[in-house]
Each structure stands twice: as C-alpha cells, then as structure tokens.
C-alpha cells in the first residue's frame, strides 16, 4: 500500500527564516515524489518533482530513500510563499495504484 | 489555453437527495482523476480513468459514489443519498498520458466544486 504522512498541519515562520515542511511517505516499489501548492483562491498546481532535481520559486526537496523522506526546503522564507502545500506519491513504474496518493497537507503561515 | 473545467462551483443540496458532479478535462489528456478535499483530511483520492482501461474505483468510500467517463472526455460524479459526511470540495484532475516514458506526467487540477449536504 501507499501513503504519505505530513506530520505537521501548520508551519508559522517569519520572512526571511529557512522553512522545511517534512513528508514522510511508505511504498515497497519505487516510487516517484511530488510537491503540489494551493495558494488562496488558486487551484492546485504542481511545484516540484523528484525526478528532475530542480528548484522552483526557491523551494528544493531531496529523495532520502534511506529515510523514505520528501522534506520540502527554502532557505529564506517570503510572504508569498503562504500556502497548503500537499507532498504526493506515485509508482514509478506500472505497479501499484497508479493515480497519486497525497497526504494531509500542511499550510505554510509566513508573516511579515 | 482552457484548463480542467469543473461545474458547479457550488452546490447546497439536502441530505439524502443525489447530486451529480461535473468535469471538463484538458482536451487530449487521457487520464483523469477524482478527488475530495475535506478539512483536515487532506486530499482523499476517489477514482481514476485511463484511457479505455477499466477504472481503479479503489478510493470510492461507499456505494452511493460511482463515476463515469463518457467518450474518454467528460466524467460525472454522482452521489446518491448524500449525507452531512460527504460535504467536501470535490476536484477533478487530468493529465496526458505517460506514453512510452514510465515517469508520471503532472496532474492539472481544477477548481473543485464545493459540495454543503444540508
């Protein structure tokens, strides 16, 4: 089975501070890592991914598969960077539930 | 271009009335998913399309949920005798095939319609 666990529902931090919001997730196979941001009064939208070791908007997040971790980092947090941000998981192969499992979401609070 | 189209927006329906969801995919995609944002629940999923393959109903909570996707486009949502516990927004996602590539292609979500069962 698949799951993801965000063991935070809400992370405060002030501009400027570094941010990590912490995924945990548990799949036998090989799975491929998401970020998705729901910004207020947006649609959900991917951030980042795992397989293409990018940075997006500042945001960095490294497959720990000895950990089985996903953590999302950003060195200096913005103001604008307060949002409900869900880590998702997917098989990377054709096994498993191929449709994306997420979980619970943690909503980033920057203030000024 | 045109996004994931979802309608309505909103819905107030009573408890026990059936209700019918709508959604529009992105043209070409052929994949499309259901699911339910509830609060502090996070995002629950509820059921996927591939293409012609039969779909994975695996996330459906109970029999009053069922899904269909006419001509590999349009999906409805349908819930009968909804209850108080099936009030959620309700999103639907698509995103094109995986083609020869194993790796997964974003999803693309729409804006949800927000479902208040009276």
């Known amino acids: 089975a698949q799951r993801v666990t965000q063991p935070e529902k809400l992370l405060s931090v002030f501009k400027g501070a570094p941010v990590e919001l912490k995924c945990n997730y548990s799949y036998s196979g090989s799975p491929e890592l998401f970020w998705y941001v729901q910004y207020s009064r947006q649609r959900l939208q991917l951030l980042l991914r795992h397989i293409s070791r990018e940075s997006i908007k500042g945001f960095t997040a490294d497959l720990n598969k000895g950990e089985t971790s996903f953590h999302l980092k950003k060195p200096f947090a913005q103001e604008e960077d307060s949002a409900m941000y869900y880590c998702?998981?997917?098989?990377?192969?054709?096994?498993?539930?191929?449709?994306?499992?997420f979980g619970s979401g943690t909503r980033l609070q920057v203030q000024p | 271009g045109a996004g994931v189209s979802q309608s309505p927006s909103n819905k107030v329906t009573e408890k026990g009335k059936d209700v019918e969801l709508r959604c529009d995919p992105i043209?070409?995609?052929?994949?499309l998913y259901w699911y339910r944002q509830s609060l502090g629940q996070g995002l629950e999923f509820l059921i996927y399309?591939?293409?012609?393959?039969?779909?994975?109903k695996s996330g459906l909570p109970s029999d009053r949920f069922s899904a269909e996707r006419t001509g590999g486009s349009v999906s409805t949502l349908t819930i009968q005798r909804t209850q108080q516990e099936d009030s959620a927004v309700y999103l639907c996602?698509?995103?094109?095939?995986?083609?020869?590539?194993?790796?997964?292609?974003?999803?693309?979500f729409g804006n949800g319609t927000r479902l208040t069962v009276t």
């Open positions: 043209s070409g995609h052929t994949a």
């Open positions: 996602a698509s995103s094109p095939d995986r083609g020869i590539s194993s790796y997964n292609s974003p999803l693309h």
């Open positions: 399309f591939q293409g012609n393959s039969a779909p994975d």
């Open positions: 998702a998981l997917s098989p990377l192969m054709d096994t498993g539930r191929r449709a994306l499992t």
